[in-house]
C-alpha cells in the first residue's frame, strides 16, 4: 500500500476527511515536517496478532474436568 505525503499543515486544515479516507476508502497518508517523515496514518489492522494467543487462552476460565475427559475421548474417537 502506497502512501500519499501531506503536510502537517494540509493534514490538520483537512483532518476530518484525512481520517474519512482512511477509514472508508483504506488510504494511508505520510505527514511531513518540512521535508522530514514525522507519522503515518493508516487503517488500523483488523482482527488480532498470533502473539495474542496465549493471552486469549490464559483468559478464559478453566474446563471442568469431566468436561475436559468427555473432550479428549471424542477427540481421540475421531482421530481413528
Do not use: H, K
Amino acid at each position: 500500500m502506497t502512501s500519499q505525503t501531506l503536510s502537517l499543515t494540509e493534514a490538520a486544515r483537512n483532518f476530518s476527511d484525512c481520517i474519512n479516507r482512511v477509514a472508508y476508502r483504506g488510504e494511508s497518508f505520510l505527514l511531513l515536517r518540512g521535508r522530514r517523515p514525522v507519522a503515518e496514518i493508516r487503517p488500523a489492522p483488523v482482527g488480532r496478532r498470533l502473539a495474542d494467543l496465549p493471552a486469549l487462552f490464559a483468559a478464559l476460565p478453566p474446563l471442568p474436568e469431566a468436561e475436559a475427559a468427555a473432550w479428549r475421548r471424542e477427540l481421540a474417537r475421531s482421530r481413528r
